[in-house]
């Protein structure tokens, strides 16, 4: 144990503190960019690139990353994967927003092309910590099965209690509720609308 100022400091406590300092400075910069990120859910076209600002959030974590690479390991995996998962939590707040009043395939298949971004991100991490990026990836999870589940139109394998758990598990029936509500009604609208 280490005492400065009086107060009693663990390396565990540390390290704690510094993995807390480490994803704070980066949540504050991925506060900054992704608020700037705004899905049109009803394009006449698809994308072929991932939306500008994820691009830049993506290609801005890599570099830090790039650049922390005397980081401690348990500390670098830990600010990593917290990356990975405050990105997908965000990614998924997009999908649930109330505010979304109707969806079409494009604006699914733009979103498909962000998350496919993001796995990417979570694929390509810094060589030292490599060996997590199975853990990486699946904070990204439900987000491909839910965009996999809309794209291949897979409702019978989704609704039977069997094929669910082993191609759907990880998407939240309300998300993927809400996102169909969506869809079905701009499909209405549009056979109605000229």
Not at 50 to 74: C, E, K, R, W
Request: aromatic share 12%.
């Amino acid at each position: 144990m280490m005492q400065l100022y009086n107060v009693n400091f663990s390396t565990s406590d540390a390290r704690t503190a510094a993995e807390e300092q480490i994803f704070l400075a980066l949540k504050q910069q991925m506060d900054e960019i992704l608020p700037l990120v705004e899905y049109d859910w009803a394009p006449l076209e698809p994308r072929a690139e991932p939306d500008d600002q994820i691009f830049h959030l993506l290609a801005y974590l890599s570099t830090v990353f790039g650049t922390l690479s005397n980081m401690p390991l348990d500390v670098a995996r830990a600010a990593y994967f917290e990356t990975c998962k405050y990105v997908a939590a965000q990614l998924t707040g997009f999908v649930s927003d109330p505010e979304t009043k109707k969806v079409n395939p494009n604006g699914i298949k733009n979103f498909q092309i962000d998350v496919e971004a993001c796995e990417q991100y979570a694929a390509n991490s810094p060589e030292s910590i490599a060996d997590c990026k199975d853990l990486f990836a699946g904070a990204f999870t439900p987000l491909q099965q839910l965009v996999t589940l809309f794209c291949n139109w897979d409702w019978s394998a989704f609704l039977n209690p069997k094929h669910r758990a082993a191609q759907y598990g990880h998407v939240d029936p309300l998300i993927a509720l809400h996102l169909l509500e969506r869809l079905m009604v701009h499909e209405y609208l549009m056979k109605f609308l000229p």
